[in-house]
């Protein structure tokens, strides 16, 4: 257990590190900033190399919502969901602490001022979406998300090909939902900068738990109809 655990810290940390260090240090870079299409690729960049890297170790969840509808869905063990959340938090939080370390050493960087890739709704969303237009984003992507997961990692599905559509599958939500909330659909995504912001961010946060986890049980739900059940 302890194996997966650390797995899934360090596949977290890649995760927040990776997806949101591009769009606090490239996104917006002069002449040859990444924008929402990069931003959105490295996000599912992570995934899929984190899925190859410790998929056989820990199921590379590397997400609160991802491992309860994993748990809805009848393929993990509630016992194991306090351990994997913990792991995750922290790996979330340990990664934001790297990039705030890199960002502060440009001159004038402030986390607050940049936003420090949070999410957010209302003032807080890049598009200004109201608050139910992001938490209606939030449970849809998450719950999609979930039937791509369960999908791919179904024992009739074609092997070896899950990572990649999982990756191409968080890629395709950033394209969709970064001007509603900048992308969630992973509270511990969420904390981890969070904290760093602190204020509108950390008020906003339970939005960014609350989505992400009905979400992943909708879609663990509908999965279950449509798929017939623990395969």
């Given at each position: 257990?302890?194996?997966?655990?650390?797995?899934?810290?360090?596949?977290?940390?890649?995760?927040?590190?990776?997806?949101?260090?591009?769009?606090?240090?490239?996104?917006?870079?002069?002449?040859?900033?990444?924008?929402?299409?990069?931003?959105?690729?490295?996000?599912?960049?992570?995934?899929?190399?984190?899925?190859?890297?410790?998929?056989?170790?820990?199921?590379?969840?590397?997400?609160?919502?991802?491992?309860?509808?994993?748990?809805?869905?009848?393929?993990?063990?509630?016992?194991?969901?306090?351990?994997?959340?913990?792991?995750?938090?922290?790996?979330?939080?340990?990664?934001?602490?790297?990039?705030?370390?890199?960002?502060s050493g440009k001159p004038g960087f402030d986390a607050v001022a940049s936003?420090?890739?949070?999410?957010?709704?209302?003032?807080?969303?890049?598009?200004?979406?109201?608050?139910?237009?992001?938490?209606?984003?939030?449970?849809?992507?998450?719950?999609?998300?979930?039937?791509?997961?369960?999908?791919?990692?179904?024992?009739?599905?074609?092997?070896?090909?899950?990572?990649?559509?999982?990756?191409?599958?968080?890629?395709?939500?950033?394209?969709?939902?970064?001007?509603?909330?900048?992308?969630?659909?992973?509270?511990?995504?969420?904390?981890?900068?969070?904290?760093?912001?602190?204020?509108?961010?950390?008020?906003?946060?339970?939005?960014?738990?609350?989505?992400?986890i009905v979400g992943a049980v909708v879609g663990a739900v509908v999965y279950?109809?449509?798929?017939?059940?623990?395969?």
């Amino acid at each position: 257990m302890m194996n997966k655990l650390v797995a899934e810290f360090f596949g977290t940390f890649w995760l927040v590190l990776g997806g949101c260090g591009s769009a606090v240090l490239a996104a917006a870079f002069p002449n040859v900033g990444i924008g929402l299409l990069g931003v959105s690729l490295a996000f599912g960049l992570t995934v899929l190399t984190m899925a190859f890297a410790i998929g056989h170790i820990s199921g590379c969840h590397l997400n609160p919502a991802v491992s309860v509808g994993l748990w809805a869905g009848g393929r993990f063990s509630a016992k194991d969901l306090p351990g994997y959340v913990i792991a995750q938090v922290l790996g979330a939080m340990a990664a934001a602490a790297v990039l705030f370390v890199i960002a502060s050493g440009k001159p004038g960087f402030d986390a607050v001022a940049s936003g420090f890739a949070c999410n957010g709704f209302a003032e807080h969303s890049p598009g200004h979406y109201s608050m139910v237009a992001a938490l209606v984003c939030e449970v849809v992507m998450t719950a999609m998300f979930l039937i791509v997961i369960l999908g791919a990692t179904d024992s009739r599905a074609p092997k070896g090909f899950a990572p990649i559509a999982i990756g191409l599958c968080l890629t395709l939500i950033h394209l969709v939902s970064i001007p509603v909330t900048n992308t969630s659909v992973n509270p511990a995504r969420s904390t981890g900068v969070a904290i760093f912001v602190g204020g509108w961010a950390i008020q906003q946060l339970w939005a960014f738990w609350l989505a992400p986890i009905v979400g992943a049980v909708v879609g663990a739900v509908v999965y279950r109809v449509i798929g017939g059940g623990e395969k």
